[in-house]
């Protein structure tokens, strides 16, 4: 988000800003304006407490009024005082929001310093040199004979809320601010390693996003782009994050089999002891799937950057959704500085309902539609005598533009079905089960 220039003041306003700009000034660089945006994954009483004791820190006097909190006002030059006031609000029980705002009370009949002359004091509600709060706070009416002006964020105070409260955000922010300065991705990267071109991946990877991928499961060519994606990624250094349908309960296993020795012997004490992979379970995972893994674990030998989690579960859908979510939350709240990629099962229609909480919370999610050009794939249906799998047409459902696969399209604004772009895998062969002749041969980790 870009900065959000300031109105010029008149001069009659001038010393005022001058004021209060001394005691909070923004801090410098777009990484300041990008705190605006964040989603504190903290009840509101807690971020609230945060900028209170942030506040006080400064030199102000603090006092809380529902959800918000105000500070006393301090006489400055020009006839004016000056304050601060901070909104919050509740996304909901786990995740909050703050806006603090900078306040102007200034006068349109004689000064402070004009009435402090001809008085003798500048009255029980202000006194120079303090902002006691039995004068009125930033929540009430200003001093009597001046009226108060919104000067707008305080970014410097902003930011330094978010180091206190998630320093990992800061980090990623600053971070995101020197990449910037130089978009150049990876350009010395062998294409030849990661397999062919993929149009568009660049952009994604550099920016660090949260990239979900609504796929139809049971093909061999998405488990494939993704790998290609994942090599793109840590060839070009950097850190990446793969979530998998994969039931979170196996996630013990996952990192102790791509730990693992590249054996066969590995392999099937792996698929014997994951849930995921048994073909009685309501979705199976894929020997497609499976080679990912295997991809991923060669490219981590090799000493490139890159984690994996599993984050399916079981029950009902409603709940397993909540807890879905929260996982991938999680896990990308660990490093907001990886490109986080999360293969998900392809919706009905529109996005995944996942998509819906992880944006409320701040995440930025960026869902991609898998776009092919028809095929078959591995599918199940649920039956009385238990899930009934087997290969099945897939329709096509080709891109607008007429550029062959594989590719990555960015639109330019949310389709009808909510998604902001869509990969291509051109036409899909199926990919069934390990053991329900699916290969369960291993991957080489390039191709």
């Known amino acids: 988000m870009s900065r959000r220039p300031r109105p010029l003041l008149p001069g009659w306003l001038a010393g005022a800003a001058l004021a209060l700009g001394c005691a909070t ?39 809380r009024r529902g ?74 009416a200003p001093p009597p004979g001046l009226i108060a002006l919104s000067r707008g964020r305080e970014e410097g105070l ?67 782009l993704v790998g290609d994606l994942v090599c793109r990624a840590a060839t070009a250094g950097i850190h990446t994050v793969v979530g998998l349908e994969l039931l979170s309960t196996d996630q013990g296993l996952v990192e102790t089999y791509l730990a693992s020795a590249d054996t066969e012997a590995n392999r099937a004490a792996f698929l014997a002891a994951s849930r995921s992979f048994r073909s009685a379970a309501p979705s199976p995972a894929s020997a497609s799937l499976l080679e990912l893994l295997d991809r991923l674990r060669a490219l ?18 409603a709940a397993a959704d909540r807890a879905r979510a929260r996982t991938i939350e999680r896990q990308r709240r660990l490093d907001l500085d990886a490109a986080t990629l999360v293969l998900l099962r392809w919706p009905e229609s529109g996005v995944s309902p996942l998509a819906g909480p992880l944006s409320r919370w ?40 007429g550029a062959p696969p594989p590719r990555i399209d960015l639109f330019g604004k949310p389709d009808p079905d909510g998604f902001l772009g869509a990969f291509f895998v051109g036409m899909v062969t199926p990919s069934p089960p390990p053991g329900d002749g699916g290969s369960t041969s291993r991957g080489d980790g390039v191709r």
């Open 25 to 63: 000034a923004p801090a410098p660089g777009s990484h300041a304006a990008a705190a605006q945006e964040e989603v504190y994954p903290r009840p509101l009483d807690e971020v609230l407490e945060q900028a209170a004791l942030l506040l006080t820190e400064q030199g102000w006097q603090v006092q």
């Open 67 to 140: 959800d918000r909190l105000g500070t006393g006002w301090r006489p400055g030059g020009s006839g004016s005082a000056s304050g601060l006031r901070v909104e919050g609000g509740r996304v909901d029980g786990d995740h909050s929001t703050v806006v603090i705002e900078g306040v102007i009370a200034v006068s349109l009949g004689p000064s402070i310093e004009d009435r402090q002359t001809s008085t003798g004091a500048l009255g029980p509600e202000v006194t120079a040199g303090s902002d006691r709060l039995e004068a009125p706070s930033t929540l009430g």
């Open 158 to 224: 902003e930011w330094e809320l978010l180091q206190r409260l998630d320093p990992r955000a800061a980090r990623a922010l600053l971070s995101a601010e020197v990449r910037g300065r130089d978009t150049r991705v990876s350009a010395e990267v062998s294409r030849a390693e990661c397999g062919p071109p993929l149009p568009g991946s660049d952009g994604i990877l550099a920016a660090r996003r949260l990239v979900l991928l609504a796929h139809l499961p049971g093909t061999r060519e998405v488990p494939a």
């Open 300 to 317: 981590r030998d090799a000493g490139l950057p890159l984690r994996v989690f599993a984050f399916d579960e079981a029950g009902a859908a």
């Open 362 to 401: 701040g995440l930025r999610p960026l869902p991609l539609e898998v776009r092919l050009s028809g095929g078959r794939a591995w599918t199940c249906a649920a039956s009385s005598a238990g899930p009934a799998c087997g290969e099945a047409a897939v329709p096509a459902r080709p891109p607008p533009q």
